[in-house]
């Protein structure tokens, strides 16, 4: 027997083998190539996501859920805006009286704490006294607390209402003290 009869032989044999082998590695280098690119794409939507998220938290992107009109979503920088201390300060006590009148209360005295213990944090508080009706009083906190900037009540303490005979529900004086941070000067 001659070399080339038993090659001969031999391909013959095992020549669909062969091919199916063949066939079976182009199939799997497909499926890993499928594999590698699905992997890609999956992770550039989940960095597309967090880059998304990442802005809304920063402030400079409204959430898509804001954006389809939800009125519950606050918009804004969560930090108080101003050039100056002062001005931010003055922007605060705004922010607040705007929430007292809101609910139908007044203001009878405030004062801005632009220097104080959490001053240095970048921190300013507004201390105001006020009466309000009892039952906006929840509405009143949650109108602080729930929009933009973030604000803080550090401290409420209130006086109950004094009954008069015209009315079971008299105005209550509260005591407020709300925070809110400052980013400084850009």
Known sequence: MSKNTILERFLARFSW???LVYLALVVAFVAATWSAIADLLDRRAEVAAARDILEQVQGRKPSARGLAGSAGMPTGSPFLE?????VAGAALLQRVAGA????????????????GTRSKAGFIGVLASC??????LQQLLYDIEAGMP?????????Q????????KEGRMRILLAVS???????
Do not use: C, M, R
Request: hydrophobic share 45%; glycine share 12%.
């Open 17 to 19: 083998g062969a091919a």
């Open 180 to 186: 809110g941070q400052w980013q400084g000067e850009k």
């Open 160 to 167: 109950a209402p004094v009954a008069s005979a015209t009315s």
């Open 82 to 86: 101003g050039p100056t201390v002062t």
């Open 131 to 136: 009466e309000v009706e009892q039952s906006a």
């Open 150 to 158: 973030f604000l803080f009540v550090d401290q409420l303490v209130v």
């Open 100 to 115: 007292v009148a809101k609910v139908g209360g007044n203001i009878l005295s405030s004062q801005v704490e632009l220097q």
